[in-house]
């Protein structure tokens, strides 16, 4: 049974349809695809391998495989795919350079502006962050939480005046060089 298993295998292997399927793969990707359709199919039980031959569906099994290989839960997405994918060559424009250096810079000046608030409100704003919720808040602290309410949107209000007047002092700074 074995033997005739492994000899429908290496002929769905050879197959013109197999093949027009793998190709659909990243070029890269396609021979250590096919290596993992093989080895699957060479450890799935030969009954079923003949039995799903002679009821012609072997090939439906075959890209079955295939697809949940390729999905991204899929063993072989993880093994292949994910570290080919992560040496893809990525251009990164100077818009998007300038846009992220701006946004680090806006992220720099609201964690100083943490630390210039008062502690309640610093720590507040922090709980905040861990917990995501004024609910989760108010559990943890057992404070109302209209008055986490209000205490976060007071500091974060505080924070954004903090930054505007950082940015204006910036902005005096440069047209004073």
């Known amino acids: 049974m074995r033997d005739e298993a492994n ?3 290496v002929k769905l292997m050879q197959s013109t349809e197999l093949d027009n399927c793998i190709k659909k793969v990243d070029p890269h990707l396609q021979d250590d695809l096919k290596a993992e359709l093989a080895l699957a199919l060479l450890e799935t039980d030969p009954e079923k391998i003949v039995l799903l031959f002679n ?9 079955r495989i295939i697809i949940n290989m390729t999905s991204a839960t899929g063993p072989f997405y993880k093994r292949y795919r994910i570290a080919h994918d992560e040496f893809k060559d990525v251009s990164i424009k100077d818009e998007d ?3 992220r250096i701006e946004k680090e810079a806006k992220e ?9 608030l008062e502690w309640y409100n610093g720590e507040m704003i ?3 962050q861990q917990e995501g919720t004024y609910r989760n808040m108010e559990k943890r602290t057992r404070i109302p939480l209209t008055t986490c309410q209000n205490v976060v949107k007071g ?4 924070i954004a005046n903090c930054i505007n007047i950082m940015s ?3 902005i005096d700074e440069h047209r004073a060089v």
């Open 7 to 9: 000899a429908i295998i």
């Open 55 to 63: 009821r012609d569906s072997l090939r439906f099994y075959a890209v």
């Open 97 to 99: 350079l300038t846009e």
């Open 108 to 116: 720099d000046k609201a964690l100083k502006s943490i630390n210039c």
């Open 126 to 128: 922090q709980l905040y």
């Open 155 to 158: 500091s974060l209000d505080l």
């Open 168 to 170: 204006e002092i910036e």
